[in-house]
């Protein structure tokens, strides 16, 4: 199992920018992808993007493409998030979560290992 921690959430105002960490610990962190989700409140939780073991490869929901962007550095057992030219749609608790294996996808269900997730709200 692999245990992860999201922080770097808080509120902003439209416009601007937040990076998220995600640490893990437990499975070797470079054996497998990392994805990272949200969920506002009264939807369902959602795919925003997802790396590779190597970080070579990413993927992106249309709603985030072009404005967010996904990374990881093995040596420091980190995946991060950063969030440039905010919207107030954009608010959610975001969380990280650890693949089955060394890719990435969209589903949920491919996903083994959830953080608690980090606050994030962007004010207009």
């Known amino acids: 199992q692999v245990q992860l921690v999201e922080s770097g959430g808080g509120l902003v105002q439209a416009g601007g920018s937040l990076r998220l960490s995600c640490a893990a610990s437990?499975?070797?962190?470079?054996?497998?992808?990392m994805g990272w989700f949200r969920q506002a409140p009264g939807k369902e939780r959602e795919f925003v993007a997802g790396?590779?073991?190597?970080?070579?490869?990413?993927g992106y929901s249309d709603s985030v493409k072009g404005r967010f962007t996904i990374s990881r550095d093995n040596a420091k057992n980190t995946v991060y998030l950063q969030m440039n030219s905010l919207k107030p749609e954009d608010t959610a608790v975001y969380y990280c979560?650890?693949?089955?294996?060394?890719?990435?996808?969209?589903?949920?269900?491919?996903?083994?290992?959830w953080g608690q997730g980090t606050q994030v709200t962007v004010s207009s």
């Open positions: 790396i590779t073991w190597s970080g070579g490869s990413t």
């Open positions: 979560a650890a693949h089955r294996n060394r890719y990435y996808s969209t589903r949920l269900a491919d996903f083994d290992s």
């Open positions: 437990g499975r070797t962190f470079s054996s497998y992808g």
